[in-house]
């Protein structure tokens, strides 16, 4: 499927938006959706076989076997949504983060905005949600002047908007958080494990805060793990060496690791792309693919 349409959807000339989806029995790799004028990011599979994404500040869904196009979900209240959404456990609910700082709930196929978090002086960006759905899981900012990321700490909050808790206290930064299937970890990125920027590094501690571990000691730089439904594997985005924070249009590598031994990790797909790639959980409900988007730029003395 091939989106046209005229839109000013933040890409680069000659550039396309891509939602694909990797196959785990074989690794074939298939394009559900191809846009040369709207960005979209940040798959979630639903339940019932769609994939919800962002674009042009909307949230949208379209189904996972390529058969049709994305449509807009109508959330009423909800201000311009980012590339931060997870959904329920029951698959019911699109929990997202907004421009406004603020996460916010809405029925999957559409209705009502409800905000989550408080005002209480952080910005908040979204990203898990625990497995019995009683809790999500995001990363706290608290800039200071411009420096937005002078502190970045992981918390969790009831999807009531009630007992925030800090999972990290050290200011990091810290970003992509989300629970193992079992509920008994947490995973992220972090800075915390160096003294200069451009080194984040994979780590997992204890929803209660205890037992934080280092998982990946590489070279790369590497952001957003998401552990399958199965419990058994892992994906990730690696950037290159000194890459700081998450910046779209590098690049990259999506690698697939045991959760046994998270040292020895196998590039799976190398692609253009980076932020909207896979910022938040994206796996199939049965573990066996994932979606992902890439942003092909095509070569101007190419035909």
């Not at 000013?8 to 694909?20: A, E």
């Not at 800039?143 to 999972?167: K, L, M, R």
């Not at 958080?177 to 970890?185: F, H, K, L, Q, R």
């Not at 959760?259 to 196998?266: A, E, G, K, L, S």
């Amino acid at each position: 499927m091939d989106d046209a349409a005229a839109t000013d959807g933040g890409l680069l000339p000659g550039q396309t938006s891509r939602i694909r989806v990797w196959e785990r029995a074989t690794g074939a790799i298939r394009t559900v959706h191809a846009s040369r004028s709207r960005r979209y990011e940040a798959p979630n599979w639903t339940k019932d076989d769609r994939l919800l994404v962002n674009g042009d500040g909307r949230l949208w869904l379209l189904p996972a076997d390529g058969s049709g196009a994305p449509e807009a979900i109508r959330a009423v209240g909800l201000p311009e949504a980012n590339n931060d959404h997870v959904l329920s456990p029951d698959g019911r609910t699109v929990f997202a983060s907004a421009q406004d700082w603020h996460i916010w709930a809405l029925p999957l196929d559409g209705g009502a905005a409800r905000r989550v978090t408080p005002d209480d002086g952080g910005m908040h960006f979204l990203h898990g949600v625990s497995p019995d759905g009683a809790r999500l899981g995001y990363v706290r900012l608290d800039p200071e002047g411009e420096n937005w990321w002078a502190s970045a700490t992981i918390h969790t909050i009831g999807v009531d908007g009630d007992d925030d808790v800090a999972v990290t206290t050290d200011p990091g930064p810290a970003d992509g958080c989300a629970w193992t299937p079992d509920g008994e970890w947490i995973v992220f990125n972090t800075e915390q494990f160096s003294q200069a920027p451009g080194h984040a590094q994979l780590a997992r501690v204890r929803p209660d805060g205890a037992e934080l571990e280092q998982l990946t000691f590489d070279d790369r730089v590497n952001w957003f793990p998401h552990v399958a439904p199965t419990g058994d594997v892992a994906v990730y985005l690696s950037y290159p060496p000194g890459t700081v924070g998450h910046p779209a249009d590098l690049a990259v590598e999506l690698r697939l690791v045991s959760v046994d031994d998270w040292t020895r990790p196998t590039t799976i797909v190398a692609l253009h792309g980076g932020q909207g790639t896979i910022n938040v959980p994206s796996w199939a409900p049965d573990g066996s693919a994932f979606a992902f988007v890439d942003y092909p730029v095509a070569d101007p003395s190419e035909p």
